[in-house]
């Protein structure tokens, strides 16, 4: 059985703070006495497991008990009444909340446009709802090798497209990495392959070169009388990575940040002290220096990247930032939480969630809500539908042609153009979130180099350069014979 000394040694707690942990271990244990999940592991392992995540990012004894909690009401013999008894209403509200989240699955249009609104709606409500529920499906998606394979895709899809992207916007960039790359294998396991062989190629000969710079530079800034500055490194997680690399054809050359050097320092001033001695000694690479502390990304994040290129030749890219600014990259919300920041919609930071609330309340326009929503959450993928309201999921900028593709390659290859929204539309047409796509197949039709001009998802493209080379191959056999 896992021991609470696990979770205690976390954090500093009181003894109230143990005290209630300490219960609702007890008491979820009891809960789930005899109960097994797939993997033959007690259930409380699973609870035990979701509690820690959440311990580990820094949340109080409130929500890590509720973690002990989640699955008590949903899948064992107590009732909602004895857990108000015990853990009173703000305990158990949250342990309802969760429940009723676990009800919503993705699955095709109708369904899912109502369910990401009850998801939003739901945090807008007590976003510790959200953050259990990330904690929950984090040990759910590390465990899915138990799972029936059919159900595998589905759920690692769920974690892409719905709960990672969430995560980012709470800007819990750890939690995200984690959530994607645990998913990535299962939603799409030829390009987790490929990806990363890919990056172990590029890590092998870089890595050595980093390290090389790592020493320089704390040479140096020891010399400036910069001290007590942390430097280290990060692999870029396999399935940003792939993200990137799709926009790029998967040519790796257009990646600079495979392994990024990080370079923490004590405040503001520091990281313009520190880029200024960087720039120094190395030369950086035009157009690649950003300034997230005087522009932040739209999640808040906060850094300065740069991209240096060595004497050799080797490009490292370099992210300078205070170990605040470290925190709330990588536990986002969480951070705030443990500062005990008041977050209740006076931050402007989160005033996101506050649009979220107001636009969920205007009930006549659930379209609205969901383009807003989509092009806010989503920015980088393209959600259309099939006439049966199946979603396709495509790069931005992705065509007709794409989501054919994205159906079924035989409807890709012999597509001749679309109905979007039932009207006509080219097969160069390209997709907005939400447009139901229909496309008009002809037998005659056959892919053509052109077609290459446009698709932007990487399994389109694969088709069609596949075709054209057995193309060409064969009308090169064909007018040989004729010789
Ligand atoms: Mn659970």
Request: charged share 30%; net charge positive; glycine share 4%.
């Amino acid at each position: 059985m896992p021991q609470i000394e696990t979770i205690f040694n976390t954090q500093k707690f009181t003894k109230k703070d143990r005290d209630l942990i300490a219960q609702a271990y007890d008491f979820a244990k009891i809960a789930h006495n005899g109960q097994l999940r797939k993997s033959g592991e007690p259930y409380f392992v699973h609870v035990f497991t979701t509690a820690k995540n959440l311990a580990e990012i820094g949340m109080d004894s409130t929500i890590i008990a509720a973690g002990f909690l989640h699955d008590v009401l949903e899948d064992t013999e107590v009732k909602e009444d004895e857990m108000r008894q015990v853990f009173g209403d703000e305990i158990t509200n949250l342990v309802l909340s969760v429940t009723k989240l676990g009800t919503v699955k993705y699955t095709g249009i109708q369904r899912n446009v109502e369910n990401l609104r009850k998801f939003f709606v739901s945090i807008a409500d007590d976003m510790r709802v959200i953050v259990i529920k990330l904690a929950d499906r984090l040990h759910n998606i590390e465990t899915l090798q138990h799972v029936r394979p059919d159900k595998q895709k589905r759920i690692a899809l769920e974690t892409l497209e719905v709960y990672a992207p969430l995560a980012d916007r709470l800007s819990m960039g750890k939690l995200k990495g984690r959530l994607e790359d645990a998913a990535f294998p299962y939603a799409y396991p030829q390009e987790y392959e490929k990806t990363k062989i890919l990056r172990e190629s590029r890590t092998d000969t870089a890595m050595p070169e980093l390290l090389k710079v790592e020493k320089n530079l704390k040479k140096i800034f020891n010399d400036y009388n910069l001290k007590n500055i942390q430097i280290d490194h990060r692999e870029k997680h396999l399935y940003s990575l792939w993200k990137k690399l799709e926009k790029y054809q998967m040519d790796i050359n257009h990646v600079y940040d495979i392994i990024a050097m990080r370079v923490i320092v004590k405040n503001i001033e520091e990281c313009y002290l520190a880029l200024g001695l960087i720039h120094g000694t190395y030369k950086p690479l035009p157009g690649r220096i950003k300034d997230y502390i005087a522009l932040p990304k739209p999640n808040g994040y906060r850094s300065i990247h740069t991209t240096i290129i060595t004497d050799t030749g080797s490009i490292i890219e370099i992210q300078i930032r205070t170990l605040e600014m470290h925190q709330e990259a990588e536990y986002g919300l969480a951070a705030h939480f443990a500062y005990k920041e008041n977050i209740n919609g006076n931050d402007e930071k989160y005033a996101w969630i506050k649009e979220l609330r107001d636009a969920q309340q205007d009930e006549t326009n659930i379209d609205n809500f969901f383009k807003n929503l989509k092009t806010d959450f989503f920015h980088d993928r393209v959600f259309a539908f099939t006439p049966k309201g199946e979603i396709i999921n495509l790069p931005e900028g992705g065509s007709v042609l794409d989501f054919a593709f994205n159906v079924h390659s035989e409807i890709g290859m012999h597509a001749e153009a679309g109905e979007v929204n039932g009207k006509y539309a080219k097969l160069d047409y390209k997709l907005k979130n939400g447009d139901v796509v229909k496309i008009i197949i002809n037998k005659k039709i056959n892919p053509s180099s052109k077609w290459l001009s446009f698709v932007k998802s990487s399994i389109a493209r694969k088709h069609i350069e596949k075709y054209l080379k057995q193309n060409s191959l064969l009308s090169r056999l064909l007018s040989f014979n004729q010789k």
